[in-house]
């Protein structure tokens, strides 16, 4: 349905491309350049066009199973659907998962475009061994929100309409994860929360593939997507089926 129209598909990919630039020149304006020593010294990576780029589109990506949660169960709500469905030889997980893997999909697409785009504006070196290098760790981060995602799902169901709270929640992410700025210049409580983020790991060890490094240089932050994937499952499955209980009391209600 997405692809049908194909002027919504045009101002999604022009969204992504406007917002990606913005940041890229205004960070080089800040740094005084497309290269900085100062950043090298500090991830490895002293291109900041590349740096951007990365933690862009991965950040991107990683928000798109939340969106697909509230967004996609909003709109059931409205439709007045989703009652009927719950109510089908389905599982409401299974028809959630589907939901969700569509929506990865569709803006997986989406970034991949925008993502070719700053590879062919900034001349950004790309080759076979650095993609597939790093798919299995953008795996592993879409895993953990895959799984954290059914937390949103529930608020959904609970509280119907969470877009703000889901928004708070992907914008900080945005800040904790270090997409557009190094972690070592903020506070040492900022580093220690964004361990736990998974797309914080993800975007450090994809950024140390293209520099050269390999998953040994990467060893920590793969330690940690190993940990949080299944971390963030659990979590996130067991707060949606205490949603899902108490709604299924209270009822759906509609929107």
Known sequence: MF???????????LVGIVFLLQFVYFGQAVLGGRYSALLEASTGLGDYPTYALIGYTLWWVSSSPIEAYVWGVR????????????????????????????????????????????????KIPLSAVIILKSLPVIFLSLLAFLGFGFLFAG??????????????????????????FPLTLMPNWVRSFAEFIPLTHAISTVRTIFSGGGYSQASSSIGWLVILAPLYWLIGYL???????LTRVIGYGGY
């Open 75 to 122: 709109r059931e709500l409205q439709r007045g659907t989703f009652e009927t469905n719950v109510l089908s030889p389905s599982s409401l997980t299974a028809i959630l998962l589907g939901l969700a893997l569509s929506w990865m999909l569709m803006d997986s697409i989406l970034m991949l475009i925008v993502f070719l785009f700053g590879v062919f504006l900034f």
């Open 239 to 245: 707060l949606f089926r205490w949603a899902e209980r």
């Open 3 to 13: 692809f049908r129209y194909p002027l919504r598909v045009i101002s999604s990919v």
């Open 155 to 180: 608020l959904v169901m609970l509280l119907k309409n969470i877009g703000p709270f889901a928004q708070l929640f992907e914008f900080g992410m945005l800040f904790f994860s270090g997409v557009f």
